[in-house]
């Protein structure tokens, strides 16, 4: 059974950072492309970074420069470095793992920016 567990979501004031946390198990954790994504109220999910099995990201413009994604593949783990938040980075961030059509989610984690 395939899970993945976020961590290290929270409250932070504006200008601040946070780094988030997904821990993957019952993958086949090297193969597959790593992201993240947010929804915030009354918006769509949107994607924030991802990084494929080769080590390739690509990011939303929004977070450029200020996020920062990285995997660990012996530790089975991804990972999403927050700085400069800003309260419109205010979501619930979800982790993803994608391989070809097979697509498994977290169940999110909330992170609140505050001005």
């Known amino acids: 059974q395939v899970q993945l567990v976020e961590s290290g979501g929270g409250l932070v004031q504006a200008g601040g950072s946070l780094r988030l946390s997904c821990a993957a198990s019952?993958?086949?954790?090297?193969?597959?492309?790593m992201g993240w994504y947010r929804q915030a109220p009354g918006k769509q999910r949107e994607l924030v970074a991802a990084i494929t099995s080769g080590g390739t990201t690509n990011y939303a413009d929004s977070v450029k420069g200020r996020f920062t994604i990285a995997r660990d593949n012996a530790k089975r783990t991804a990972s999403l470095q927050m700085n400069s938040l800003k309260p419109e980075d205010t979501a619930v961030y979800s982790c993803?793992?994608?391989?070809?059509?097979?697509?498994?989610w977290g169940q999110g984690t909330q992170v609140t920016v505050s001005s």
């Open positions: 019952g993958i086949m954790f090297g193969v597959v492309t």
């Open positions: 993803n793992a994608r391989h070809g059509v097979r697509v498994y």
